[in-house]
């Protein structure tokens, strides 16, 4: 029996059909499990309006903090870089997670990392503003895969539909909670605050700057007392925001006195978790 060959052009077909079927069937690449752009057990709203063309989503706070110069984190672990664009996004962050995958972060009134630097989820990228086109502090958030924007999922569970104004829809964050984000607690403090060398006021060192600020562990020292009646033995040790000349900010201590929730001798983060002992 003569065997029976198959033309050139058939073949040719047959191939460009597989080809095509094999690129059509891939399955897109996972989605990180992203996480809230905000520190852990902040509450922020939320609100989309049709200018945002990548299913952005706008989101400002809400649970008696302030927005403006609250940290900005990162969603989930990449590589971040810095752009400025002062005429629609301001200074803003993209952070590359790979597969594919990338968020934005506009408007921020400053950055915290590097461009080009590896970055941890929750870690944070930059502080929240209104720079560029932007009509007062918010943070503009974006999901993107290959370049399209997606519709905003955090911890796996989608925030569509959008709403269009704020007030109605509300997230709270577990970016960075306890166990995370490399060990730091986040909390919130409500004045600028010395930080010493040690559990007491014998050797300032700098200034924590009020807001949101994180905290790796809590040691029993110096009370600090106010004339009405509230006080505090813990202290939080930290990173100061601002170094006096000779001295040393990284890993100071800052009273517990100065946090905005709970009460005397507590000293726990924005989430209610006890802050651990150093």
Not at 194 to 206: H, I, L, S, V
Request: proline share 4%; charged share 10%; glycine share 14%.
């Amino acid at each position: 029996m003569r065997a029976r060959i198959t033309p050139l052009g058939t073949l040719l077909a047959l191939v460009a059909g597989l080809l095509t079927a094999l690129v059509t069937t891939t399955p897109a690449q996972a989605a990180p499990l992203f996480k809230a752009p905000y520190p852990c057990g902040q509450t922020w709203t939320y609100s989309h309006h049709s200018a945002e063309v990548r299913q952005a989503l706008d989101f400002v706070r809400s649970d008696g903090g302030a927005t403006a110069g609250t940290p900005v984190l990162a969603s989930a672990s990449g590589t971040a870089y810095r752009y400025s664009q002062p005429t629609g996004a301001g200074n803003y962050v993209v952070i590359d997670h790979g597969g594919g995958w990338k968020t934005y972060y506009f408007h921020l009134s400053a950055y915290s990392v590097a461009d080009g630097a590896a970055v941890a989820q929750g870690q944070q990228i930059g502080t929240t503003g209104s720079t560029g086109n932007s009509s007062g502090a918010h943070i503009h958030y974006e999901q993107l895969y290959n370049g399209v924007g997606q519709s905003i999922v955090i911890n796996g569970v989608s925030l569509a539909p959008y709403p269009g104004s704020y007030g109605s829809r509300f997230l709270t964050s577990d970016n960075g909670c306890s166990g995370g984000g490399g060990g730091k607690y986040w909390v919130d403090t409500f004045a600028n605050a010395t930080g010493y060398a040690q559990a007491n006021t014998n050797d300032p060192q700098g200034v924590l700057n009020a807001g949101t600020n994180y905290v790796y562990c809590k040691v029993w020292g110096a009370e600090v007392r106010d004339g009405s009646g509230n006080y505090n033995h813990w202290w939080l040790r930290t990173d100061l925001d601002t170094v006096y000349a000779g001295k040393n900010g990284r890993g100071a201590y800052v009273s517990a006195y100065y946090l905005s929730r709970w009460g005397n001798d507590e000293a726990r983060d924005n989430n209610g978790t006890v802050i651990p002992n150093c």
